[in-house]
């Protein structure tokens, strides 16, 4: 799934010392930028993107549930028997604990047996750290110079390795991989 990518074309330019306006590097650029986001966030389990995000588990009967990552607000609540019959919940019955990473229902329950679809959006100050950014342009910057010596593609085969969908990742070196562990996602 391509990302917008938290590092822009200039920020790229400036880190290669390269001032081109010609159109078809400034595609390159974008695309470099592109493979490499896609690369990071892939690694990392998450995005930076100020997206709505939908967690869905099974209900236990509970009023509680955790999600992985922080919410703001919640903009939806829908379940679904076996049959796939949707039901609305009231999105005014569920309260944010723990900084967004709990969900508490408030006289009602998460009916065991439904499929619940939550739908919340990320905080607005869940911004892309600094050190993810500088990774990204790092590989970025890779992408763009292996790209001009001669064989037109965004790839360094000798770094690279297919994903399980046939995706192909440039592969972290070690020193990305240090910087980028306090943000990766173990689930």
Not at 60 to 79: K, M, N, P, Q, V
Request: negative net charge.
């Amino acid at each position: 799934m391509p990302y917008p990518s938290p590092v822009l074309v200039s920020d790229l330019q400036n880190y290669l010392n390269d001032s081109s306006t010609d159109p078809d590097i400034i595609y390159l650029f974008e695309q470099s930028l592109n493979a490499a986001t896609d690369r990071v966030y892939t690694y990392l389990g998450r995005d930076y993107t100020a997206s709505a995000r939908t967690v869905i588990f099974w209900g236990d009967g509970g009023t509680r549930h955790r999600i992985a990552e922080e919410a703001a607000t919640i903009l939806s609540w829908e379940y679904r028997d076996t049959d796939g019959n949707v039901s609305l919940g009231d999105i005014t019955k569920l309260k944010l604990f723990e900084d967004g990473l709990l969900i508490i229902a408030h006289d009602v329950t998460f009916l065991p047996g439904y499929e619940h679809h939550i739908t919340f959006m990320p905080p607005l100050t869940l911004l892309c750290p600094d050190a993810v950014r500088q990774v990204i342009l790092e590989i970025a910057a890779t992408i763009y110079e292996e790209s001009k010596r001669g064989r037109g593609i965004l790839v360094i085969e000798s770094e690279w390795q297919t994903g399980t969908s046939g995706e192909r990742y440039k592969e972290l070196d070690e020193r990305h991989e240090k910087i980028l562990a306090p943000y990766r996602r173990y689930l």
